[in-house]
């Protein structure tokens, strides 16, 4: 990670200013001795923020004590902060950079604005989409991007521009928040598959470093010694940021257009014109097919796993690795062979120079090291499967939705019961959990399910 992408802090005033990646391993703490009963922090800065470094954040924030703001909060921060539950409970945001839809309806922009402003656009107009004064449309349903409004469903429907959503509120909202629901954790698997890179990346390099220098090391001990395991990895590395890559970018294709099919929901809504059925199942047809050709990426997923794992495997050979060192005598250990090893392992404890043992146990824990590593990825890995299930339950629900078109639209309420269902037996992570709670919280409460947030290890 670059120097300007390094989570640092600075207080100006009465102001926290946050800068760079906000990550699960961001040092917090820095904020401790900067905080007082009345905390503004401001988000301008931030680049960008994992969904466990939000997690962290979240925690962070709600066991402090006074006034809590969080201002100048970046769009695609808002995105994913709005779902934590504590979000207007323990700490309350200011200004917020949202996407706008200029009067004409052809282009988008983003543009910061108070909650204040938002909350008393919500209050004065109880339409489900809001306006500024000067015609641009707010991209997002009121609950979702007005703080005060979140969890609100409650709409004025003689507001509503189209006869069809006038008279069908109920099901164009379910199918508008089924397909927010369903956007975001797309969006969120994005945020899964880059985090999962990152941290694979790092710990296989560190491995790699550290495999290099133990199998120059045994070599030097024992001539015969051959292994070429940290070459391997590398070829791994390579691999991984490949595949993750192509990966990233058939999951952010996928999100941008299921976004691009939301706003078009939206100008549908506020369309006079919008008086049938079929101008809206034309764009869950499209959302669908979307999803159910995300097919490449389940076996770039499963491919992943599977051959990342298979190298990782071949690493259960520095187990033996021990033997071999214990197994030496130390008289055959020259000093200039002890030298040699030590450079090569970059062993700096003056105390334990000249001395083999000592030098050994050094050596020993530096395998340790190694093997906890490898531990670490074996667990990782772990997150593509979960990955590859949070696809898996968004294609279900839209092959149920495309029962559903197939049929001609008939029985949508039974729809909704079948897509809450599958939604509520398969949320197996805190993203889909989360998004769930925010975006269709009936469907939370669809069928008994005694998990919570955070029963889920991500990674």
């Known amino acids: 990670m670059g120097i300007e992408n390094r989570f640092r802090v600075l207080k100006t005033g009465e102001a926290i200013q946050l800068y760079g990646v906000i990550t699960d391993t961001s ?11 009345l905390n503004v922090f401001d988000c301008s800065q931030v680049i960008s923020a994992s969904w466990n470094g939000l997690l962290k954040l979240d925690s962070y924030l709600s066991q402090l004590q006074g006034h809590i703001t969080l201002t100048n909060v970046p769009y695609h921060l808002f995105q994913y902060l709005r779902l934590l539950p504590n979000i207007s409970q323990k700490y309350s945001l200011g200004d917020i950079e949202l996407s706008l839809l200029e009067a004409n309806n052809t282009a988008s ?32 349903r009121d ?12 709409n004025d429907q003689g507001l509503l521009r189209s006869t069809w959503y006038q008279q069908n509120t109920e099901q164009f909202d379910f199918w508008y928040d089924y397909t927010s629901f369903a956007n975001i954790t797309l969006s969120l698997s994005l945020d899964l598959v880059q985090s999962q890179e990152s941290t694979l990346e790092t710990l296989l390099k560190d491995i790699e470093l550290g495999v290099s220098s133990i199998e120059k090391s045994l070599h030097i001990l024992r001539p015969d010694f051959q292994a070429n395991t940290a070459k391997n990895l590398g070829e791994v590395v390579i691999f991984v940021k490949k595949s993750c890559a192509e990966l990233a970018l058939i999951l952010d294709q996928a999100s941008k257009q299921g976004s691009d099919i939301l706003v078009r929901m939206q100008v549908l809504a506020e369309n006079q014109e919008f008086s049938h059925s079929e101008s809206l ?26 051959s990342t794992g298979a190298q990782i495997n071949d690493l259960s050979r520095i187990g033996t690795y021990n033997d071999l060192v214990l197994t030496l005598n130390p008289e055959d250990v020259s000093d200039e062979t002890m030298s040699s090893i ?5 062993i700096m404890d003056p105390l334990s120079e000249g001395d083999w043992l000592e030098t050994r146990a050094e050596f020993l824990q530096h395998l340790e090291s190694a093997d906890q590593s490898v531990s670490k990825i074996i667990i990782l890995l772990q997150g593509f499967d979960l990955l590859r299930q949070i696809l898996e339950h968004r294609q279900h629900e839209s092959e149920a939705i495309q029962d559903f078109l ?7 309420r039974g729809t909704k019961a079948a897509v809450f269902s599958l939604v509520n037996r398969t949320l197996v992570t805190d993203q889909e959990k989360y998004s769930c709670e925010f975006f269709i919280p009936e469907a939370s409460r669809a069928e008994e399910n ?10």
């Open 27 to 37: 040092n917090l703490r820095v904020l401790d001795e900067m905080v007082s009963d």
């Open 281 to 306: 199942y034309n764009l869950l047809r499209e959302f669908c097919h979307s999803t159910l050709n995300l097919q490449p990426a389940m076996s770039r997923i499963e491919e992943i796993g599977a």
């Open 450 to 459: 005694n998990q919570k947030p955070g029963d889920i290890l991500l990674f």
């Open 342 to 346: 030590r450079e090569i392992m970059d």
């Open 143 to 154: 609950s979702f991007i007005c703080p005060a409004r979140f969890g609100n469903r409650e």
């Open 109 to 140: 922009q983003l543009r910061f604005l108070s909650s204040t402003l938002l909350n008393s656009l919500a209050h004065k107009n109880s339409k489900p989409f809001l306006q500024l004064e000067d015609g641009a449309q707010l991209i997002g």
């Open 406 to 412: 197939k049929r001609g639209g008939a029985d949508w």
